[in-house]
């Protein structure tokens, strides 16, 4: 049995069981479904995580929370860099975005 003769048994059957079909032309043009603003998903927002070499003048995960007015202590990191071992911070985009306007309101001091 190929696919069309397996069509018209399936429609039969569904006939035979009191289904009422309405076959219409299929269009070849695409149907474009506009999104509502109900349908739309929010998007989500993607969380960074940068480290932050420690040196000086920010030498220590406190001297971090205390320059960028941060709640937390950040987190510490060891790890190697080209130089040998290595502190390291981690800090979220929002963080990263006081780091820059530290370093901006500190080099206007200057």
């Known amino acids: ?32 479904c506009m999104p509502t603003t109900s349908r739309t998903r929010p998007r989500r927002r993607v969380g960074a995580t940068y480290l932050l070499r420690l040196g000086d003048p920010l030498s220590t995960p406190r001297d971090i929370a205390n320059a960028l007015g941060l709640s ?4 510490l990191e060891s790890g190697t860099a080209e130089d040998g071992e290595a502190s390291f911070c981690r800090l979220s985009q929002s963080s990263i975005n006081a780091l820059d306007a530290w370093i901006e309101k500190d080099n206007h001091a200057k």
Do not use: I, T, W
């Not at 018209?8 to 695409?30: H, I, M, T, Y």
């Not at 937390?72 to 987190?75: F, L, N, S």
């Open 1 to 32: 049995m190929d696919y069309p003769e397996l069509d018209d048994s399936a429609l039969r059957a569904f006939e035979e069981l009191g289904g009422d079909l309405d076959l219409q032309p299929v269009s070849s043009k695409p149907y474009l």
């Open 72 to 75: 937390r202590v950040p987190q």
